[in-house]
């Protein structure tokens, strides 16, 4: 499993592993059945540092937490999460994409908030409203209130009543003596008094004219947590904090999610966690999946685990299994040097184990370190040695 040597072309046999590897891992996602296939998807979900992120304060700010659309001029609808308001960040921000994506992993739940008018060509929602005229089309047309002079039968608007006389008679508005007619609206075009005025739309966006009838309709959802999903979402969110507290403490390197590349497929390899740390000359690489299950982890996320670890020199392998593992891949995992975490990491006693498993293998590598550079020793030139001292000076082991 480890430190194979290759003395073929490199080149060469990396192609062919490339082809060989895709091959078999298409293969084996094709064999696993729908829900696996979901179950990985929303995995790999679960490691997406913003997903996380998201998660995380959703799970915090209680169940009715919601993610709506709020309209920004110049923008349109942008999605953020409601509370936080007051100190908005750019990366508050969420995509629309991955939150539909999300609500299609069943990871968000989303339901209707409200329906908007869109450009037909641009689906822009920014947009001005119109009012034309039914007769000219221009949109040159004033609203305006008309008034009845009933003594003599005249009918103007009421501002070219001047001082309250009538523009024809001149005789001054008396108390019953006129009648307001209601809102009407006038073409300063052609002259056309009407009741209900046209409308169009001219998009602010691509500057495309258009009417109400021929705008587009579109739905603007809200997101909440799948609250069905809960619990599977509070572990996979908040399940490593405690490895990888207890990593950083030990001096390591960590990343969540960790990417590295395949040593002979050249494919990248995600992993939950990764870290690393250099003891004298060695380089100490942990990497560690976590899959989590309502009752118990079929055989597919650690197969996918054992395939990566296969590709990259992993001092440590370490697989959380949540809440256990079947019994099936139980038996896969006897097969392999995996540390085989099973149920929560918050207890003191796991965090513990996981401690004493890194000492331990660290110690070996030491030991191994310690033998080879006792036999080096004689070979090395002072200076090297010296730059290996400086290396290792800043990060001791207490
Ligand atoms: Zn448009
Ligand atoms: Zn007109
Ligand atoms: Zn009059």
Redesign the pocket.
């Known amino acids: 499993m480890k430190n194979q040597e290759q003395k073929t072309d490199p080149k060469k046999t990396a192609e062919q592993l490339k082809g060989t590897v895709t091959d078999k891992t298409t293969e084996a996602i094709n064999s696993m059945n729908l829900e696996d296939k979901i179950g990985l998807e929303r995995r790999e979900a679960y490691i997406e540092p913003q997903t996380r992120d998201l998660l995380r304060k959703l799970l915090q700010d209680g169940d009715k937490v919601e993610i709506i659309p709020i309209y920004t001029p110049g923008v349109g609808f942008e999605y953020r999460i409601t509370g936080t308001a007051s100190n908005i960040n750019e990366t508050d921000k969420l995509s629309r994409n991955t939150l539909e994506n999300l609500a299609q992993l069943g990871i968000l739940q989303k339901s209707f908030y409200d329906s908007v008018s869109i450009c037909p060509t641009c689906q822009s929602t920014m947009m001005t409203l119109h009012n034309r005229?039914?007769?000219?089309?221009?949109h040159?047309?004033e609203k305006t209130s008309l008034t009845e002079h009933i003594l003599c039968g005249y009918i103007d608007q009421r501002n070219k009543y001047i001082q309250d006389r009538c523009p024809k008679c001149g005789e001054p508005l008396g108390e019953g003596q006129y009648r307001n007619m209601g809102r009407w609206y006038i073409?300063?075009?052609?002259?056309?008094k009407f009741e209900n005025p046209e409308f169009d739309l001219i998009c602010r966006n691509c500057n495309k004219n258009f009417t109400i009838k021929e705008a587009q309709l579109t739905e603007i959802p809200k997101f909440t947590l799948n609250l069905t999903r809960k619990k599977e979402i509070r572990q996979n969110v908040t399940s490593l904090e405690n490895i990888k507290t207890l990593l950083t403490k030990l001096d390591f390197n960590v990343e969540t999610p960790g990417l590295t590349i395949g040593q002979k497929s050249g494919m990248n390899h995600h992993f939950s966690l990764i870290a690393k740390k250099q003891i004298k000359d060695q380089e100490i690489f942990i990497a560690l999946d976590h899959a989590v299950s309502e009752t118990e982890i079929q055989p597919s996320p650690l197969i996918l685990y054992i395939y990566k670890i296969s590709e990259v020199k992993v001092d440590v392998p370490i697989f959380v299994a949540m809440p256990k593992l079947s019994e099936t891949a139980r038996k896969i995992a006897q097969g392999h040097d995996i540390l085989i975490i099973e149920g929560s990491t918050e207890g003191s006693e796991v965090i513990i184990k996981v401690k004493t498993e890194i000492e331990e293998r660290i110690n070996q590598i030491n030991q191994k370190a310690t033998t080879t550079s006792k036999n080096q020793q004689q070979e090395n030139k002072p200076e090297t040695t010296s730059f290996f001292s400086k290396l290792i000076g800043g990060k001791k082991r207490t």
Do not use: A, L
């Open positions: 005229c039914p007769k000219c089309k221009s040159n047309v073409c300063q075009e052609c002259g056309e």
